[in-house]
């Protein structure tokens, strides 16, 4: 089964997942199929990708009264930038983001080691570049992110679709290359 039989062209909504998507996820884990794109061809990830499932990100934010949509930036020299954009009637709008490295190790495990934290708050179309940082903020995000917990088992990847594990909760995960901005 291709996965694009079962995840379709979007729009995507992680507070929506269509149960063919599911579906889709659980034959292409147990397919386990890295296209040879894992392992030392990292360039090939280059470009935004978007998550289309993360059952965890969902219920946290609906605790914070909040909708989400979240994406990474992979660019050259294995450098990452994820991006979160947020609406909720308590906290406004705007964008949480954090930006680093990631590497690759065995067996099929990435590794996100971030060191900027940044928040755009206010309605845009795409984050800024946090080129201007503030001290607080970055200080708060490198205090509440654990590098500790920020393995995580890639289960399947292609050029298109990667589904990996969050391992404090077991849970996975599923993004898709986007052409978003």
Known sequence: MEH?????KG????????????????????NGKTDGTYQGTESAWNGTWRLLYAPHL???????????DVSYDFQKGNAIQA???YRSPVFQKGWLNSSGGIGLT?????VVS????WVDVGEMEKPMSGDNLNPVVNFLGKILFFETIATFPVLYLDKDICIFRFPPLFSNLCAR???RW
């Open 114 to 117: 971030f060191d900027k934290f």
């Open 106 to 110: 065995q067996p099929k495990k990435a």
């Open 83 to 85: 991006n979160v954009k």
């Open 4 to 8: 694009t039989d079962g995840f379709g």
């Open 58 to 68: 969902v219920v946290l934010s609906t605790l914070f009264l909040s909708k989400i």
């Open 177 to 179: 290359r986007s052409n």
């Open 11 to 30: 729009p995507w909504d992680i507070y929506k997942v269509p149960k063919d998507v599911l579906k889709a996820m659980d034959v292409l884990i147990e």
